[in-house]
């Protein structure tokens, strides 16, 4: 110890001699041979009193350098493990001033108000240049608070048929919402599913190995239940009761084509979801087919279209740029999180509207509710039309989901029980309501006469229930 004490008092007057302009060499050689194999204690010492580090003519030294200084030469050579904070901060950020923290406190600081700015300077570059969503007919054309009828209010009816669609209508629906896939010759029918199994008792047939003609061979009213019910995790999913009856079952309900549907209601609003197909060359090929029968029908400003995928929403779009589009999911997720911080001004949306599940379909998170005021506000600052659509569970669930939409301000519900929806808004018509009960649609046979009815007046009328036969 007594040697490290005299190396140290050496050692400063050597530094003394340095910072004097007194060559390093000749600072060293005034060292005895003892002190000389101190050195080897300290490689950084060694070196700056060697003159090896010649950093800014020595301003610079290390940390460990300056505990030579102050004679603390014992501590920072044998208690090097015992002192990781003794250690040099390594930071290359400026420390802020005026503060007591440590190196690495300092520099995170620092360096997330960096960050902070950086992003705000981004931020306000994209509000700068931002645009709203473009404006389209079609929502023009829907009522405040409108009522869309999911798959034809698949709850009330055989999904995605002509004839759920004719009760909706005579319920008083807004729109008509419908998926669309593509047959083996091309036609373009209206079914959620590969598969018929979903819609009929068929077990694997796939809708695009088949003709239009073998797929409207099969009943879609045989499988449909009185007391169908669904689990809100999974909506799809049915519970099939002990007491369960098919009342619609074979009285000729079948699938129909998407030409079918804009003949017989050219005037009321529909919402086409394309479901994603394995094959990409048929995904882009039923876009086309799509797009030129809205064309040709002249139903470009009584439709827009729903995809989940992005890739599929922008293929759609690139095909047929006239018909309004709602964005995908990513795009309801970036403009709902942009929600949470207020931050929805920086957004330039290249579609028309939002279509968002009342809340998250996982176990987990089913009580996250998506659907609130700040989100709905966030979108009608951006000029989009928020549509919601009610997970499938109880009535009273769905009654209670409804009217906090309503409540929200959304501009439309999408609900498989439209009857819900409408009571919400005092506007079910009761009347019609019993002329399509179980026990009319048995009773009153279907005929030529009611079937031009049904086509002249766009709904169940007069008695009589269009089957779509």
Same mark, same amino acid.
């Given at each position: 110890?007594?040697?490290?004490?005299?190396?140290?008092?050496?050692?400063?007057?050597?530094?003394?001699?340095?910072?004097?302009?007194?060559?390093?060499?000749?600072?060293?050689?005034?060292?005895?041979?003892?002190?000389?194999?101190?050195?080897?204690?300290?490689?950084?010492?060694?070196?700056?009193?060697?003159?090896?580090?010649?950093?800014?003519?020595?301003k610079h030294a290390s940390?460990? $350098?300056?505990?030579?200084?102050s004679g603390n030469f014992?501590?920072?050579?044998?208690?090097?493990?015992?002192?990781?904070?003794?250690?040099?901060?390594?930071?290359?950020? +400026?420390?802020?001033?005026?503060?007591?923290?440590?190196?690495?406190?300092?520099?995170?600081?620092?360096?997330?108000?960096?960050?902070?700015?950086?992003?705000?300077?981004?931020?306000?570059?994209?509000?700068?240049?931002?645009?709203?969503? +473009?404006?389209?007919?079609? %929502?023009?054309?829907?009522?405040?608070?409108?009522?869309?009828? $999911?798959?034809?209010?698949?709850? /009330?009816?055989?999904?995605?048929?002509?004839?759920?669609?004719?009760?909706?209508?005579?319920?008083?629906?807004?729109?008509?919402?419908?998926?669309?896939?593509?047959?083996?010759?091309?036609?373009?029918?209206?079914?959620?599913? &590969?598969?018929?199994?979903?819609?009929?008792?068929?077990?694997?047939?796939? =809708?695009?190995?088949?003709? /239009?003609?073998?797929?409207?061979?099969?009943?879609?009213?045989?499988?449909?239940?009185?007391?169908?019910?669904?689990?809100?995790?999974?909506? @799809? =999913?049915?519970?099939?009761?002990?007491?369960?009856?098919?009342?619609?079952?074979?009285?000729?309900? #079948?699938?129909?084509?998407?030409?079918?549907?804009?003949?017989?209601?050219?005037?009321?609003?529909?919402?086409?979801?394309?479901?994603?197909?394995?094959?990409?060359?048929?995904?882009?090929?039923? $876009?086309?087919? =799509?797009? &030129?029968?809205?064309?040709?029908?002249?139903?470009?400003? #009584?439709? %827009?279209?729903?995809?989940?995928?992005?890739?599929?929403?922008?293929?759609?779009? #690139?095909?047929?740029?006239?018909?309004?589009?709602?964005?995908?999911?990513?795009?309801?997720?970036?403009?709902?999180?942009?929600?949470?911080?207020?931050?929805?001004?920086?957004?330039?949306?290249?579609?028309?509207?939002?279509?968002?599940?009342?809340?998250?379909?996982?176990? #987990?998170?089913?009580?996250?509710?998506?659907?609130?005021?700040?989100?709905?506000?966030?979108?009608?600052?951006?000029?989009?039309?928020?549509?919601?659509?009610?997970?499938?569970?109880?009535?009273?669930?769905?009654?209670?989901?409804?009217?906090?939409?309503?409540?929200?301000?959304? @501009?439309?519900v999408v609900s498989s029980?439209?009857?819900?929806?409408?009571?919400?808004?005092?506007?079910?018509?009761?009347?019609?309501?019993?002329?399509?009960? @179980?026990?009319? =649609?048995?009773?009153?046979?279907?005929?030529?006469?009611?079937?031009?009815?049904?086509?002249?007046?766009?709904?169940?009328?007069?008695?009589?229930?269009?089957?779509?036969?």
């Amino acid at each position: 110890m007594m040697k490290i004490k005299h190396y140290t008092l050496r050692r400063n007057e050597a530094s003394k001699n340095y910072h004097n302009g007194i060559s390093n060499k000749t600072a060293v050689s005034s060292l005895n041979g003892a002190e000389a194999a101190a050195h080897d204690k300290d490689p950084i010492a060694d070196s700056l009193l060697r003159g090896e580090l010649h950093t800014s003519s020595g301003k610079h030294a290390s940390y460990r $350098y300056s505990q030579y200084d102050s004679g603390n030469f014992s501590d920072a050579a044998s208690n090097e493990d015992e002192q990781p904070e003794s250690r040099s901060c390594k930071c290359a950020l +400026p420390k802020i001033p005026k503060l007591s923290f440590g190196c690495c406190v300092h520099c995170t600081a620092t360096a997330a108000l960096m960050i902070s700015f950086l992003l705000i300077h981004v931020y306000l570059y994209y509000v700068e240049i931002a645009e709203l969503a +473009p404006d389209h007919k079609v %929502f023009s054309l829907l009522p405040p608070k409108a009522t869309i009828a $999911y798959r034809g209010s698949k709850r /009330l009816w055989p999904e995605n048929t002509v004839f759920a669609f004719s009760n909706a209508i005579a319920m008083g629906a807004d729109a008509l919402e419908f998926d669309v896939q593509m047959s083996q010759d091309k036609e373009l029918v209206l079914i959620r599913e &590969e598969k018929l199994d979903a819609v009929t008792n068929s077990k694997g047939l796939v =809708v695009r190995d088949m003709t /239009l003609a073998q797929i409207q061979s099969h009943d879609v009213g045989e499988t449909w239940g009185s007391e169908t019910r669904y689990s809100i995790t999974s909506p @799809d =999913v049915e519970e099939v009761s002990t007491n369960q009856t098919f009342p619609y079952k074979g009285i000729g309900i #079948r699938v129909p084509t998407l030409t079918e549907v804009f003949t017989l209601f050219p005037l009321i609003i529909k919402n086409i979801f394309l479901r994603p197909l394995a094959d990409k060359s048929l995904q882009r090929e039923l $876009y086309q087919n =799509v797009c &030129e029968l809205i064309e040709l029908h002249n139903q470009t400003d #009584r439709v %827009f279209v729903t995809a989940f995928l992005e890739e599929y929403v922008k293929g759609f779009q #690139r095909v047929c740029p006239g018909v309004a589009v709602t964005g995908s999911v990513v795009r309801a997720t970036q403009m709902y999180i942009a929600s949470r911080f207020f931050m929805e001004p920086g957004i330039t949306p290249l579609y028309e509207g939002l279509a968002v599940p009342f809340r998250i379909l996982t176990e #987990r998170l089913q009580r996250w509710v998506i659907v609130d005021e700040r989100f709905v506000e966030a979108a009608h600052g951006r000029n989009l039309r928020m549509f919601g659509w009610t997970t499938l569970v109880g009535e009273t669930e769905e009654q209670k989901q409804v009217q906090l939409m309503f409540d929200v301000g959304v @501009d439309g519900v999408v609900s498989s029980r439209i009857d819900i929806s409408l009571k919400e808004r005092g506007l079910l018509n009761e009347s019609a309501f019993s002329l399509i009960s @179980d026990e009319i =649609v048995r009773s009153v046979p279907t005929s030529a006469a009611c079937n031009e009815t049904a086509r002249t007046n766009l709904a169940t009328s007069s008695g009589c229930t269009y089957l779509g036969l």
